[in-house]
């Protein structure tokens, strides 16, 4: 017969008063005695002989367990100004390059650490990187509008492309894309900004041109190419005029370039330079509507730095492969490394070439980069004007499509 709720929670007291302070064999047979008295599951009576009651108190409370700090405040200072350094990265894209970027800043004089310090930074894991920058990462919290219009005729002579075909073992097959600095609104000239990006290895050109005009994007895509250290076979576009035209058409054929499309309205096929579009251009530039050879200038000033800045010392992850599990999909990413990493391991790259980046890589102090990068920022803005109003296909200009922080716009001069 069981006992009543008021009998069992005396029994409990005064048995969990015996259960605590009983060594490893007397507990064993105090519980097996309670167990059988209250018919309670033997798991369950543990539990409850280990409390007070309802009161869910410890009878004997456990002492914390006081853990000396591995990483103390000298190695989270480090992390985080290095973090800031490389453009607020996540930990499993900034530890493979944690060692190596903290050499080339002491190479510079931007830091100096004792043994110990740098010892610390050099096992530390990408998990333990992330958990030591949370409350940091929680100060920090900044996507577009399509202008593409369809192109000629010539999309019939044109192959289409999609995201599943690209399987590149090497550098040189490009995707390129343009992202228009409107401020919000299509109407007037305003600056566009040329991307290519290689597939394998991620490595980023940018051109800043006058509008879209097909001549102007020609002339940069031209200019681009000579800055790649690595021979381009190939290219992909949207489905936009200003790449489906008679003139880069007979060029690629010229030159020999596979040229492809992608499907209309699929953003995902152009997926390695839409993201590029935003962790290079959009991230470092921001929505607002820019206008005019000053601002151009400036523009192309600020990708002369962004190049070296995002190809040298931005690692990325690229996605290694995808298995279907159900209804989840898996995916698997390879170490994250940074372009001019990817290009030196790869076999379809001269010895010149690396030789070059490597000399160029050596000359680079990030932190310098990043203190210039971030003047001629302060600067476009203060170029940054107004949009117009007088255009009737756009939506309004929402404020939280501007950085944060921005200067006030200036009037717009008609």
Not at 190 to 206: A, I, P, R
Not at 282 to 296: C, F, K
Not at 328 to 336: C, E, G, H
């Amino acid at each position: 017969m069981r006992l009543a709720m008021k009998d069992r929670q005396a029994v409990t007291k005064a048995t969990a008063e015996r259960y605590v302070g009983a060594g490893k064999k007397e507990k064993g047979r105090i519980l097996d005695e309670f167990a059988v008295l209250t018919r309670y599951n033997r798991s369950y009576a543990r539990h409850v002989l280990r409390h007070f009651g309802e009161s869910g108190k410890r009878l004997r409370p456990r002492e914390p367990i006081k853990r000396k700090k591995v990483y103390d405040e000298t190695v989270v200072a480090v992390l985080r100004e290095v973090w800031k350094i490389l453009d607020y990265i996540c930990g499993k894209r900034l530890q493979p390059v944690l060692v190596e970027t903290i050499r080339a800043l002491e190479q510079f004089g931007e830091m100096k650490l004792s043994d110990e310090t740098r010892e610390k930074l050099g096992l530390i894991s990408a998990a333990t990187i992330d958990r030591l920058l949370a409350t940091e990462r929680k100060k920090y919290q900044l996507k577009g509008r399509a202008r593409t219009r369809p192109g000629s005729l010539l999309k019939k002579q044109i192959p289409i492309r999609t995201f599943s075909d690209w399987d590149e073992k090497k550098p040189g097959f490009a995707e390129m894309d343009l992202v228009a600095h409107d401020g919000g609104s299509s109407f007037g000239d305003f600056l566009q900004t040329l991307n290519v990006t290689d597939v394998y290895s991620g490595w980023c050109e940018m051109q800043a041109v006058m509008n879209k005009a097909q001549v102007r994007v020609f002339a940069a895509l031209k200019q681009i190419r000579t800055k790649l250290p690595f021979k381009l076979l190939g290219l992909d576009s949207d489905n936009g005029s200003e790449f489906i035209n008679d003139q880069l058409f007979r060029y690629c054929q010229s030159e020999q370039l596979t040229f492809t499309r992608s499907r209309p309205y699929r953003k995902n096929d152009n997926c390695f330079v839409e993201q590029k579009n935003y962790t290079a251009v959009r991230r470092h530039v921001g929505y607002q509507r820019l206008e005019g050879e000053e601002a151009l200038k400036t523009l192309n000033d600020l990708y002369y730095y962004l190049r070296l800045y995002i190809n040298y010392f931005q690692p990325v992850m690229h996605l290694a492969s995808k298995e279907r599990e159900g209804s989840r999909v898996k995916r698997t990413y390879s170490p994250a490394e940074t372009p001019f990493q990817r290009l030196l391991r790869s076999q379809h790259v001269s010895k010149r070439r690396k030789e070059k980046m490597r000399r160029e890589y050596e000359s680079l102090n990030p932190a310098e980069l990043k203190r210039r990068i971030g003047a001629l920022q302060d600067k476009l803005l203060r170029m940054a004007v107004q949009a117009p109003r007088k255009n009737y296909n756009a939506g309004p200009t929402h404020p939280w499509r501007q950085p944060s922080g921005a200067l006030k716009h200036q009037k717009h001069l008609e």
